[in-house]
Each structure stands twice: as structure tokens, then as C-alpha cells.
């Protein structure tokens, strides 16, 4: 119960800044924020996805991610557009293909792409490998499809997401509904106590694949590529929030400034 209650009250949190689940409201939420009193988190998010932008070149086709980090990519994006930028997009969420929308960010999929140049998304935590946790805002299996299709992955993240070491955040792993008390069951074996995801209203939340996602408070993970292997070969699980070995820069936003972490 008191885990149920942590999950709903991150849901809360991340609704209240932007990276949840059902933004309805988002985008007038966060011109009033810019416009009167913007925290140093958000001036470090909106630093970081401003950024990114910078690396999109003309012609560019983009993987875009999902978040309230990647909204501010999403939205300097679409005035640089604007301004005559060519390039298109496949978004990592409904809620991203809604602001592209919004933005006027041109937008393909994988029918017409094979490949693409750039992929820009956050994170909940990067470590100092550059080993990612994703998926708070459950949108973590399209964006690893996305990230896996790019010739680049860039990671955008406001400076409170790095960590010596991956696991504070519980682990979102997303698993088929068929059966899911069976897939938690496997998942307990090793050695956590996975909570079904649910939404503001209570009700289990149901990524855009239509499935479920169980968030795992694992406290420290050693062995991420080992772990998400672990949970990957279960019946029943979709995939992981680690990801691993994917990152190719790191933009780490601060509330004044930028650092920029590559090869
Ligand atoms: O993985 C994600 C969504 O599935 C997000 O990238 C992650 O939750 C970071 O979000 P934010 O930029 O709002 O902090």
C-alpha cells in the first residue's frame, strides 16, 4: 500500500512538472510558468532541451522523445522550423506527436524511415557510464525502439537526474496485461517488490502500446546490462527501462548554463 502510494504521488509530481502521463493542460501550464515564476529545475530542463536543438542539422530525420524536458526541445525545435529548418520527426508518445503538432515539427514513421540521424529524449537517471533509467513517463518501449534507430542518441536531462549509480528510481518495466500478476510474480524472484502503475484516477495506467508497467525500487543497481537482461527473457515482459550501452551524449542542463558530456 505504501509503495502504491509513493507510485501515485510521483504520477502526481511528475503531472505537476510536466513529464506524466496525461498533459492535457500542459502547454498553457508552462507558458504561464515561463512567464511568472519558473523554478530552477524547469529553467534547467528548458536549458538542456533548448540545446539539443543546436544538433539537428537541415534535412535531418529525428527520433523525439517524450517529457517535460523534451518539450522544450520540441518547442525551440518548432521555431527553427519556422524559421525554414527541413527536417521530420518520429515522436516517442502521443503526447510528443501532439506537440509536434502543436509546433509544426513535421512528422514521418518507420514505414518511410529505416534510419535515423539523431535521437533526443530525457531520462529519470544517467549515471557516469551514461547508462540511462527511462520510462517515467511510460513511454520507455517506443523510445528505445527510437533510440535504437538512430545513428545518434542524445540525452537531455536537467542536473538533478545524474547518479553515481542507477537504481534510486524505481525501474519501469512494461509488461503485457495477460496474465501480469503471473509476469510480477517472476519479477519478485528477483528480489523486488514490483507496483502495478496507476494513474491519477487510481486505475492501472496503460502506456500507448496498451499495456501495463510495473515500476521496480530496486534502491542500487550494480549490473544494469545483466539486470535488464534478466528481466527482458520473462514471459510476459515488453522491456526494460535500462538502457544500456545506447547513450552518445549527455546534455546536462543547470539553471544558467549547459555541460555537454560526449565522446
Ligand atoms: O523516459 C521518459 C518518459 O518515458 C522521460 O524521458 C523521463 O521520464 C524524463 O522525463 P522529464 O524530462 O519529464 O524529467
Redesign the pocket.
Known amino acids: 500500500m505504501l509503495q502504491d502510494q509513493v507510485v501515485s504521488t510521483y504520477h502526481v509530481t511528475?503531472l505537476d512538472?510536466?513529464?506524466?502521463i496525461e498533459l492535457t493542460q500542459l502547454t498553457n501550464d508552462l507558458y504561464a510558468k515561463e512567464r511568472f515564476n519558473m523554478k530552477d529545475q524547469d529553467n534547467a530542463?528548458k536549458n538542456a532541451g533548448e540545446a539539443s536543438v543546436s544538433l539537428i542539422e537541415n534535412g535531418m530525420t529525428v527520433g523525439l522523445?517524450?517529457?517535460?524536458?523534451?518539450?522544450w526541445m520540441m518547442r525551440k525545435l518548432g521555431e527553427r522550423v519556422a524559421n525554414g529548418l527541413e527536417v521530420q520527426g518520429i515522436p516517442?508518445?502521443r503526447q510528443t506527436e501532439a506537440w509536434a503538432n502543436e509546433f509544426g515539427v513535421p512528422l514521418t514513421d518507420f514505414s518511410q524511415v529505416k534510419e535515423l540521424d539523431l535521437a533526443i529524449?530525457?531520462?529519470?537517471e544517467v549515471d557516469q557510464q551514461w547508462q540511462l533509467i527511462?520510462?517515467?513517463?511510460?513511454?520507455?518501449v517506443r523510445?528505445k525502439i527510437i533510440a535504437a534507430a538512430a545513428r545518434k542518441f542524445v540525452v537531455?536531462?536537467?542536473d538533478s537526474?545524474t547518479v553515481t549509480q542507477l537504481g534510486a528510481f524505481p525501474l519501469?518495466v512494461e509488461i503485457l496485461p495477460f496474465g501480469w500478476e503471473m509476469t510480477t510474480a517472476r519479477i519478485v524472484e528477483l528480489g523486488v517488490t514490483p507496483v502495478i502503475r496507476r494513474n491519477d484516477a487510481n486505475d492501472i495506467f496503460v502506456s500507448d502500446n496498451s499495456n501495463y508497467i510495473v515500476d521496480c525500487r530496486f534502491g542500487s543497481i550494480t549490473d544494469p546490462k545483466t539486470l535488464h537482461q534478466q528481466l527482458k527473457q520473462l514471459t510476459g515482459v515488453v522491456d526494460t527501462?535500462l538502457f544500456v550501452d545506447m547513450s552518445d551524449k549527455v546534455i546536462i542542463g543547470h539553471p544558467d548554463r549547459t555541460e555537454t558530456l560526449s565522446e
Do not use: F, N, Q
Open positions: 511528475k512538472e510536466r513529464g506524466g530542463k522523445g517524450t517529457g517535460s524536458t523534451v518539450y516517442s508518445s529524449d530525457g531520462a529519470d527511462k520510462g517515467g513517463g511510460g513511454a520507455l523510445e537531455i536531462v536537467d537526474k519501469p527501462g
